[in-house]
């Protein structure tokens, strides 16, 4: 009896081995998850690295929260361990992606304008003879930044209602 457990132990152990996903590295998700953590990822070290104030907190967190769930989600559905994922994962994943790209997109579009009008507050110091920090590049970068992101995760979550409407079940 206890050969026989210790017979299983290594097909178990070669079942729940890591092995990545392929075809989602090749997909158009897959590609569109991987601009989204890199403009993401620029997103939010532009605004950490000068101080910020007022609403560009609110922007940070976005970038941050953001990119954070944007690398899970990547991992998980890369390495095929979305079933780990109590309640939303295995048959819920598509739609879980779904309504967390069309939030993404929301919030990333609310970001957009907070920092866009931080952008034109700061559009004086851009005055020549002004000789203080001027925060006014930063934050046009960061608003070229958090649009292409809110495009990114707008695309991410098309392909998704397209494949949700097609009785697809699978991101990939």
């Known amino acids: 009896m206890c050969a026989l ?33 890199v403009m993401g990822a ?31 989600f990547y991992f998980l559905t890369l390495l095929d361990k979305q079933d780990l994922v109590p309640i939303l994962g295995g048959d819920r994943w598509l739609l879980t992606n779904l ?15 907070v920092v866009a009008k931080s952008t034109d507050d700061n559009s004086y110091c851009t005055l020549p003879g002004y000789n203080y920090r001027c925060p006014y590049n930063t934050y046009l970068a960061a608003s070229i ?18 494949k949700k409407c097609i009785g697809g079940q699978s991101i990939v």
């Not at 178990?12 to 590609?31: D, I, W, Y």
């Not at 101080?51 to 769930?69: E, I, N, P, Q, T």
């Open 145 to 162: 930044f958090a649009s292409v992101c809110s495009l990114l995760y707008l695309l991410t979550a098309a392909c998704f209602i397209h």
């Open 99 to 113: 309504i967390y790209d069309a939030l993404a997109t929301v919030l990333h579009i609310a970001a957009t304008i």
């Open 5 to 37: 457990a210790v017979d299983t132990m290594p097909s178990q152990a070669t079942r729940s081995s890591l092995s990545a996903n392929k075809s989602f590295l090749r997909s158009f998700p897959g590609v569109l998850r991987i601009l989204q953590l």
């Open 42 to 72: 620029a997103l939010w070290i532009t605004i950490a690295s000068t101080s910020y104030s007022g609403g560009v907190h609110f922007v940070l967190f976005v970038a941050v929260f953001f990119w954070l769930l944007t690398l899970l």
